[in-house]
């Protein structure tokens, strides 16, 4: 149920939603069989690169991340990838790359955030937080880190490592 079109020599992104709104009204035109109407809908994810630019398959990875996207939205939608979104992607991609290629020590720290009792003045407890290491992608915050574990389903491998590590420093 998945089909790939290449379409060549765009002058502009505006182009290929022209050339999609065309596919989209062609192929949800219904569908008479015997004395029912059928009704088909097609949703798009695409992304508009220089051919020289961009690997086919990497190419095909983008669409599929907008496709993705465009089902997410609603059925019958389409999702033109930007270029900002293009460049999320990419950073999303470098970070589990790194993810999956090392191990937890190499790339996450620690820090500890104080939580005080205001009554007392004294440190009740603490937070344990976790860091990111590498310098690339740098300022990678937890609130951007945590959902992509999420996402790739490393969220467990990454909490049981923070337990073991917290509890060894402890």
Same mark, same amino acid.
């Given at each position: 149920?998945?089909?790939? /079109?290449?379409?060549?020599?765009?002058?502009?992104?505006?182009?290929?939603?022209?050339?999609?709104?065309?596919?989209?009204?062609? /192929?949800?035109?219904?569908?008479?069989?015997?004395?029912?109407? #059928?009704?088909?809908?097609?949703?798009?994810?695409?992304?508009?690169?220089?051919?020289?630019?961009?690997?086919?398959?990497?190419?095909?990875?983008?669409?599929?991340?907008?496709?993705?996207?465009?089902?997410?939205?609603?059925?019958?939608?389409?999702?033109?990838?930007?270029?900002?979104?293009?460049?999320?992607?990419?950073?999303?991609?470098?970070?589990?790359?790194?993810?999956?290629?090392?191990?937890?020590?190499? +790339?996450?720290?620690?820090?500890?955030?104080? +939580?005080?009792?205001?009554?007392?003045?004294?440190?009740?407890?603490?937070?344990? #937080?976790?860091? !990111?290491?590498?310098?690339?992608?740098?300022? #990678?915050?937890?609130?951007?880190?945590?959902? /992509?574990?999420?996402?790739?389903?490393? /969220?467990?491998?990454?909490?049981? !490592?923070?337990?073991?590590?917290?509890?060894?420093? #402890?």
């Amino acid at each position: 149920d998945r089909f790939a /079109i290449v379409l060549c020599d765009l002058m502009a992104p505006k182009n290929a939603e022209q050339i999609i709104d065309r596919i989209q009204l062609e /192929i949800e035109q219904p569908l008479h069989y015997k004395q029912n109407a #059928l009704n088909v809908t097609c949703t798009v994810g695409a992304t508009v690169q220089q051919a020289s630019a961009i690997e086919i398959s990497e190419l095909f990875k983008l669409s599929d991340q907008a496709l993705t996207q465009a089902k997410q939205n609603r059925r019958g939608s389409v999702f033109l990838l930007s270029d900002k979104q293009q460049q999320a992607l990419s950073r999303q991609r470098q970070i589990i790359n790194t993810i999956k290629n090392s191990s937890p020590d190499d +790339i996450f720290d620690l820090a500890y955030q104080p +939580i005080i009792d205001l009554k007392t003045r004294n440190i009740a407890s603490c937070e344990c #937080l976790l860091r !990111w290491r590498p310098e690339q992608p740098e300022d #990678l915050s937890a609130s951007e880190l945590v959902p /992509i574990l999420e996402m790739f389903g490393d /969220i467990n491998e990454v909490g049981l !490592w923070v337990l073991r590590s917290s509890m060894q420093q #402890l």
